[in-house]
């Protein structure tokens, strides 16, 4: 995974650009520049560039990368001027290392064409909102639960969950609003409420890879959004399992139902006999499972037919491109950026001079500034010949002829 470059880093790398001369890459309109640093960094970067490289647009950025010692190291410079081969750049804030692209950004060039159209049937409704998104296909889906009947699917998953718990319950959003402490953090973090045992403490840690618990931090970090000052956290939460214990409940699990970017409900699982084994991430797994099994149900029953919503195409601004993905911007305010989460897909159209590729895309970073949001994507199993022609459009040389260090790998 991509991450910053520390300070001092960077200012080391900066220095060992200008005093060794290390080639910087750019490429523009399918061809290849060779920038290299003309004077010490400082709040500002001076590049030349080894041959001609057109006029560029003044507060545009530059997307560049070197490789240190083996290491690729990628930024953006926001041009400030252009005076003959030198470039005057803003010094950025953060440059990133152990990227994980496959091959390198560049300016998209002037006739290539992009239209995005969200994947899949999108929907209006009225239930909690958080920001990321769930997909949930059949492919996903526990094998001996039958999601086409829906009541039949519910007394499935509660003589399931009956061997494991000794209480259960599910509860729908649009039946009744989120009140409790434990309702009201499900429904706006989309996570998990996971108490082992009320007599120990909260999960200090998210085992799994797209977080889905509610750690001790996050509930503080509730309990703070609700109003609690700082020096009373601990003592808030001490209270909060010590209350449960004392109502008799041993173990706790309120494991939300989501749907794209929807909490539906949830199911909460509960253990109030002594001597019984508390719950642990492997009941977690299943009972997430049966919730996942339970939102396509109601998907595939028609449910949510009612705010089902047109799924038009639409242009964002793209700011750079590669063979493997693309990073557009959509501007504040406009009601598509509900629906761009992270982890949604995309269908982009990328229409060439004599070539038009669709190939399904997932957004994987979400971020914005004072005048858009800006959505990184990756491209999903593009097949082979579009790839090729991609690669071959984009950097102006066959695959074969790449430099494997700048187009490939860690790019």
Sequence with gaps: MATPVGRIEKEFLFKALYEEKLPIMYIKDRTEHVLTMDRPAGEELVLRSDISIGKLKVNSKLPLLFNYRGQVIDFSAEILAQKESLIFCKAPNVLHKNLDRNYLRVDIPEDIKILFTFRGDRYNLSFPKIMEYENVVADDLVKNLDPRNLSGLVKQITTLISNFADGYKVVNFKEKKPETIEERIVSETGKTLFIPSTVGFLPKTDPYPKKRI?????????????????????????????????????????????????????????????????????????????????????????????????????????????ASGLLFAYPLGSSVLATLLVDAELTVTIEAPNRTIDVVAKIVRRFKDKSAYYFGCRFMNMIPEDTRFLFEYLYGKAVDAAEGTFLSGQV
């Excluded at 949830?266 to 084994?277: E, S, T, V």
């Design 214 to 322: 509610v750690t001790e931090e996050l509930f503080k970090l509730y309990l703070e959004s609700t109003g609690v000052g700082e020096s009373y956290l601990d003592e808030n939460c001490a209270r909060f399992l010590k209350n449960k214990f004392e109502d008799g409940i041993f173990s706790d699990a309120w494991v939300p139902i989501l749907f794209q970017e929807y909490v539906i409900g949830y199911i909460h699982i509960w253990i109030d006999k002594k001597g019984r084994l508390p719950f642990d991430f492997s009941i977690l797994d299943n009972v997430y499972q049966y919730s996942k099994v339970l939102a396509f149900a109601l998907k595939e029953s028609g449910y949510f037919e009612h705010g089902k919503v047109a799924n038009e195409p639409f242009a964002g601004r793209i700011i750079d491109i590669s």
